[in-house]
Structures are given as structure tokens and as C-alpha cells.
């Protein structure tokens, strides 16, 4: 079955909203001690990042209106290949600073 950006974007936001609902009345200092919460955590980190590497394959306009595109598509790459050097702090923050603010722009250019 061939997906659309609408479909990649749809992803992204779900996506996004797992995160928040996971880590939701959490705390970095108990994010860190829940194992089961950073898998899950990271496994739809993958999600978005490898949504916006196949939504580059088919419209590079509407990835170029999504900030730091590039940036999660490369976390992406080295939560899978680099899980190591991953730090709990980094994702807590991409968490707290980046996820709502990227869910907001997915359901921007959906509506619109």
C-alpha cells in the first residue's frame, strides 16, 4: 500500500501523542528508572524519525516546513545504530522542548 505525506504526518503527531501520554506525570529522575518507558519511548522516537525519512522521499517542501527535520531523522539513525551513546537527559529533553512544539506543527499542516 503506497503512503501519503497526510499518512506520515498522521504518524508523527500519533506518535508524538504516545510519547506525551507515556511519560505523562513523570519526571526526568523516574523516566530513568522505567525501562519499560524509555523502550517505549524510544521505539516511537524511531517511528517519527523513520516517518519524516520516507516523507523526504516524496515531498521535500512539506519536510522543509517541519523544524529540525533533519535533526530528528539523524536521532533516529543513533537511537538504532548509536542506542550507546543515547543519554536519558537528551531524551527527557527532546521530550519536554521539541515533541508538543513538532506535534503542533503535524496538526497545523494537516488542517491546512
Known amino acids: 500500500m503506497e503512503r501519503d505525506s497526510k499518512t506520515y504526518l498522521l504518524d508523527i503527531r500519533d506518535n508524538c501523542d504516545f510519547i506525551l501520554d507515556f511519560v505523562k506525570g513523570s519526571d526526568l529522575k523516574r523516566y530513568k528508572t522505567n525501562d519499560l518507558v524509555k523502550s517505549a519511548v524510544e521505539r516511537r522516537f524511531i517511528t517519527i524519525g523513520e516517518a ?61
Do not use: M, T
Not at 533533519?70 to 536519558?88: K, P, Q, T
Open 52 to 112: 519524516l525519512a520516507q516523507l523526504k522521499q516524496i515531498d521535500l517542501n512539506l519536510l522543509g516546513s517541519i523544524a529540525d527535520a533533519a535533526r530528528i531523522i539523524a536521532f533516529r539513525n543513533i537511537l538504532v545504530h548509536g542506542y550507546e551513546s543515547i543519554s536519558d537527559e537528551l531524551v527527557w529533553e527532546i521530550i519536554e522542548d521539541h515533541v508538543p512544539e513538532l506535534r503542533a506543527k503535524c496538526e497545523e499542516l494537516l488542517a491546512g
